[in-house]
């Protein structure tokens, strides 16, 4: 699953020093109703007026703050996924070797979406529901840093032989698949206890690549 997003045209940057305490506090604010609201409703249906409703803002406040609906729902995703790419990427540096490397990106995985399970649903609600100016649904843009760091590691893996070698697409796809079922149960309910996955997944990918879970 991808882990960053374009920033939305016309929106400022989600660190933009001159915003002011109650500014960050109403988008933060914002972001979390549209979460809610997606998962309660809906893309199509999450409307400015539901978001605001779930917030307590009337819609034409909301105006100030995001330029229009998508706007805000695109700023969920990208900060949904920029928090599971620094989840990752903060489990994976105190480690040097390839296997060492995976079971931390995996584990992490799972940990995050099992902890930020509802923005993680939303966010790939989003992402599956959402339409570039093209057509073309946003999940289906590709992007080559999202995978950048899983295919680092894999491809450093099958180099020093401790992962079979096979197209690094295809290890790629095959562990974004394993690891992206958490997302699949936890939309199917929100409440489901992601302990037994997370306890099989990384040993299960890990002899799946030849590298066994020592």
Same mark, same amino acid.
């Given at each position: ?8 045209p016309?929106?400022?940057?989600? *660190? ?14 914002l ?8 998962? *309660?409703? +809906? ?8 978001i ?13 703050? &995001? ?10 995703v990208?900060?949904? &996924? ?16 390839? =296997? ?28 599956v529901?959402?339409?570039t100016?093209? +057509? ?26 401790? &992962? ?9 796809? &095959?562990?974004?698949?394993?690891l992206?079922?958490?997302? =699949? ?9 992601? +302990? ?19």
């Amino acid at each position: 699953m991808r882990s960053e997003t374009p920033a939305s045209p016309g929106d400022p940057p989600a *660190e933009t020093p001159s915003r002011s305490f109650i500014e960050t506090a109403r988008r933060r604010q914002l972001i979390d109703a549209a979460v809610a609201t997606v998962n *309660e409703v +809906g893309y199509h249906r999450a409307s400015l007026a539901e978001i605001g409703k779930r917030a307590g803002i009337v819609k034409s406040a909301i105006g100030y703050y &995001f330029s229009s609906k998508e706007a805000l729902l695109l700023e969920l995703v990208q900060e949904a &996924f920029t928090a599971l790419g620094e989840s990752v990427l903060g489990a994976v540096s105190g480690h040097e070797q390839a =296997t060492a490397r995976l079971r931390a990106y995996a584990e992490a995985y799972l940990a995050h979406v099992d902890a930020h399970r509802h923005a993680i649903a939303a966010a790939v609600e989003i992402v599956v529901s959402h339409r570039t100016a093209d +057509g073309t649904p946003l999940y289906l843009v590709e992007n080559e840093e999202d995978t950048a760091l899983l295919r680092s590691i894999l491809t450093a893996g099958m180099e020093q032989g401790s &992962f079979l070698r096979m197209p690094i697409k295809v290890a790629t796809g &095959f562990v974004e698949s394993v690891l992206d079922h958490a997302i =699949t149960v936890v939309q199917r309910d929100p409440r489901a206890d992601l +302990g037994d996955l997370r306890a099989h997944a990384v040993p299960f990918v890990l002899r799946s690549l030849g590298a066994g879970d020592e």
